[in-house]
């Protein structure tokens, strides 16, 4: 990722977006050897997680041409790598995500970056956890014994209760994002799934001890923190450990956001929505379930008094497509926006459940769209990354209909890129989605207003 400024340009120059992707073939936007996850994009693992660097290359375009750009906006923002490139960027940034494990991820990227006070706390931690020496089980949760070994148990008990003593927030919340790690890590569940699906037999011992492991990722959470904080320091927007600019974040429903931070508009949107109902294409809440079921409820974003963790599937559930209530009638208002919808609709045999989850995936996402766009001033650009799936045996083209639905609020079409992906790894899927090897980056100006 080039770090110096960008040579800024006073306006958008007709044709300067064809000459720039034309430079570039599909094997290029592959990343192939360069997708590296550098600094604070190491900090957590989270599933499809974008290619930094070249989320960072688009960006970095976009601010050449038009200097007026000072904001950024991920509503689907996961584990914040938009949010890292737009902060060694200097820019605002809002992100949305309805998971917690998310946001809180997206939090301890955005800071503060005190890093001696840190080092201080870690040692302290570090300390307390090996002077520990008590084998008690303080903490449960339903299943708990399902899904971790007893001594396994007994050590993240002992990290849990430990880093519940650090103070103040910011700290814990830095420690628990390692820990969180440490909990996928040591559970029961298939390592080759995001799916909860509990390990053979055989296999169910293979497991490390959480305290090795949450020492060695704290020991390499605190150097990638270093890192970044040199980055932004190196870019001047960040003083005395703060970050200079505005970040604000939201665990929300984004089509439950509209009345949140009403007035914010923001300059360009960078994104990676869900490419289907998660239950069949990647289960983000499943993945995040058993992390968010150790982390201390007190220090987890607010939707997680929305019974959230109630069970494995609730945010999953939650999710874009997650609920089919109401899908037949909704599938009538997509296809008045979408002809392609209409199309691969057609083509779902009606005996399997492919168009009660199709529809029900994008008429979510129509509501989101609606939301969105209005957070975006007129005439900023999307830079949405999309990737095709298939339901019930049939292809779904995401992009077209991506496309088409934002056609239909009156947004304009700009440029097209298609990539190879060289191993994206999209476990858990089922029989009806195919693994999947391109994607797309669409790219689209906000018309809508
Ligand atoms: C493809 S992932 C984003 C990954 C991210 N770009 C990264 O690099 O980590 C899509 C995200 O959308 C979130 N999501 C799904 N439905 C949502 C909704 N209704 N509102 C907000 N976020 C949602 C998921 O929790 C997930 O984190």
Not at 7 to 23: E, P, T, W, Y
Not at 284 to 307: C, F, M, R, T
Not at 421 to 443: D, H
């Amino acid at each position: 990722m080039s770090l110096a400024k960008p040579a800024i340009k006073n306006r958008f120059k007709v044709g300067s977006l064809d000459h720039f992707l034309n430079q570039k073939d599909e094997h290029y936007w592959s990343f192939r050897g360069r997708a590296k996850r550098d600094h604070c994009h190491s900090l957590i693992k989270y599933p499809a997680m974008m290619v930094p660097q070249m989320q960072g290359e688009l960006i970095d375009f976009f601010l050449e041409q038009d200097q007026n750009i000072k904001s950024v906006f991920d509503p689907f923002v996961g584990s914040g790598t938009v949010l890292v490139e737009s902060m060694t960027r200097g820019m605002d940034f809002l992100g949305i995500d309805i998971n917690p494990l998310a946001i809180m991820a997206c939090e301890a990227k955005a800071g503060p970056f005190f890093l001696n006070a840190l080092s201080l706390k870690w040692a302290s931690l570090e300390g307390k956890i090996n002077s520990d020496k008590s084998r008690k089980i303080d903490y449960t949760f339903d299943e708990a014994d399902k899904w971790f070994l007893l001594d396994v148990q007994i050590e993240l008990c002992k990290i849990r209760r430990n880093i519940k003593k650090i103070k103040p927030k910011w700290a814990r919340r830095f420690f628990w994002v390692a820990f969180s790690d440490v909990v996928r890590m040591t559970c029961n569940s298939r390592p080759t799934t995001y799916k909860l699906h509990i390990k053979d037999e055989l296999n169910i011992e293979e497991v490390d001890s959480p305290v090795k492991l949450f020492v060695e990722k704290c020991v390499k959470n605190l150097t990638a923190l270093q890192s970044h904080s040199k980055i932004l320091d190196e870019q001047n927007c960040i003083k005395r450990g703060k970050y200079q600019r505005r970040i604000d974040l939201l665990n929300v429903d984004v089509i439950n956001s509209k009345n949140m931070l009403k007035k914010h508009k923001l300059d360009l949107l960078v994104s990676s929505p869900p490419y289907g109902d998660n239950g069949t294409t990647v289960t983000y809440g499943q993945y995040s379930y058993l992390p968010l079921k150790w982390i201390d409820a007190n220090d987890l974003p607010v939707s997680v008094e929305n019974k959230i963790l109630d069970n494995s599937n609730r945010i999953d559930f939650l999710s874009l497509g997650g609920s089919k209530k109401g899908w037949a009638e909704r599938a009538e208002t997509i296809s008045g926006h979408s002809n392609s919808f209409q199309k691969i609709y057609d083509e779902i045999p009606t005996e399997s459940t492919g168009r009660e989850r199709l529809t029900s995936f994008f008429a979510d996402l129509n509501l989101a769209l609606d939301v969105i766009l209005e957070r975006l001033q007129n005439n900023a650009y999307m830079i949405w990354t999309l990737g095709n799936r298939s339901v019930s045996g049939v292809e779904v083209q995401l992009d077209l209909i991506f496309q088409e639905l934002l056609e239909s609020k009156g947004c304009a079409f700009e440029k097209i890129i298609h990539r190879d992906i060289p191993s994206k790894r999209m476990p858990g899927r089922n029989k009806t989605s195919k693994t999947m090897t391109k994607e797309t980056v669409l790219i689209m100006k906000n018309r809508s207003s």
